[in-house]
């Protein structure tokens, strides 16, 4: 399906030529955000709903200066102090909001595929700021932003994610991503967390870290969801860190210029150890960094 700049809540969404043309705009929106006075009018007039029902950091901030250094007014919605509370649907609550004059939702909600049911009885436009287990689609455009400007190229790159694939929207809005433009992926895991049937998304997929990461080019470490786990995937934490966690000891078996990636929060000491996660290797502040230089150039398409 093309692009209709009306949703992105897929990355299946967006055509390669959208992605180049994404990352092209960001490479603009980075140069506004460096200069000492961080706003253009291009936006001026439009108003954009961030609607949290899940905690977020980085794609609530990074989209309220997004929307900020493009000119566009934000409103927020905040689950506690909101009349959910009194039993409202999320469907009315959207539909009372979009009355208020709003051009375009970002919405991170629990419920994987909500946002394809909602988008039928909604005029505004939507982007998907993670929904469930499903996608977090503007994640991996600045992760593919970020392995395109430290690489200069993401095809035929082997890239290996590592960890909580079975929870996690960042990994398959990710391998959509990768694989659309061409790089080598490689999923590991314990299998409690990497079903076989990832095979199908046409990925490798290893329960072994070290043949995982031979050679690898990037490493895109997952976070160890433990909110969403009703039941025990694994014996411990300290045995998942012994198995699965990033150290700079197992560096050595992929590429010396390898990259280390995470899209946050971090456990430390769980999933990547402190002497990666703040090592030369890593990328995981410029990808938060190239985050808000994405979502301009989202922003941009879908309202301008
Ligand atoms: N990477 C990411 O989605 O982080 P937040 O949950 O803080 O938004």
């Known amino acids: 399906m093309k692009w ?13 030529e959208d992605i180049y043309e994404i990352f092209q705009t960001a490479k603009s929106m980075k140069e506004i955000i460096k200069r000492p006075i961080k706003k253009v009018p291009t936006l001026r007039g439009k108003n954009v709903c961030l609607l949290f029902y899940e905690p977020s950091t980085r794609t609530r901030m990074s989209f309220e200066n997004a929307c900020k250094f493009l000119s566009i007014d934000t409103i927020s919605f905040s689950r506690e ?28 909600h629990s419920s994987s595929g909500i946002l394809h049911y909602i988008r039928k009885f909604i005029n505004s436009k939507i982007v998907n700021g993670g929904d469930g287990t499903n996608e977090h689609p503007t994640q991996a455009l600045l992760d593919g932003f970020t392995i395109l400007e430290n690489k200069n190229r993401i095809e035929s790159l082997k890239i290996t994610i590592v960890g909580d694939i079975l929870h996690s929207r960042v990994a398959r809005s990710n391998i959509r991503l990768f694989k659309k433009l061409g790089a080598y992926i490689v999923l590991c895991g314990p299998p409690t967390l990497l079903p076989k049937e990832f095979e199908n998304m046409g990925v490798e997929i290893s329960y072994n870290l070290k043949e995982a990461i031979d050679n690898a080019d990037v490493i895109y470490v997952l976070r160890l969801q433990l909110e969403r786990q009703s039941s025990n995937f694994f014996p411990t934490v300290r045995e998942y860190n012994e198995l699965f966690g990033i150290k700079k000891d197992i560096l050595k078996y992929a590429k010396k210029d390898v990259i280390i990636m995470h899209p ?8 990547i150890d402190s002497d990666v996660a703040d090592s030369n290797y890593s990328l995981i502040l410029n990808q938060v960094e190239n985050g808000v230089a994405i979502r301009m150039s989202i922003l941009y398409y879908m309202l301008v």
Do not use: A, H, Q, W
């Not at 209709?4 to 390669?16: E, G, H, P, Q, T």
């Not at 999320?90 to 991170?108: H, P, Q, S, Y």
């Not at 946050?264 to 999933?271: A, C, K, L, S, T």
């Open 264 to 271: 946050g929060p971090m456990n430390r000491g769980v999933e």
């Open 81 to 108: 102090t909101s009349s959910l509370k009194k039993g409202e649907t999320f469907l009315d609550t959207l539909l009372n909001i979009e009355k208020m004059g709003v051009d375009l939702f970002v919405i991170r």
């Open 4 to 16: 209709d700049r009306k949703y992105l809540l897929s990355i299946d969404d967006l055509s390669v």
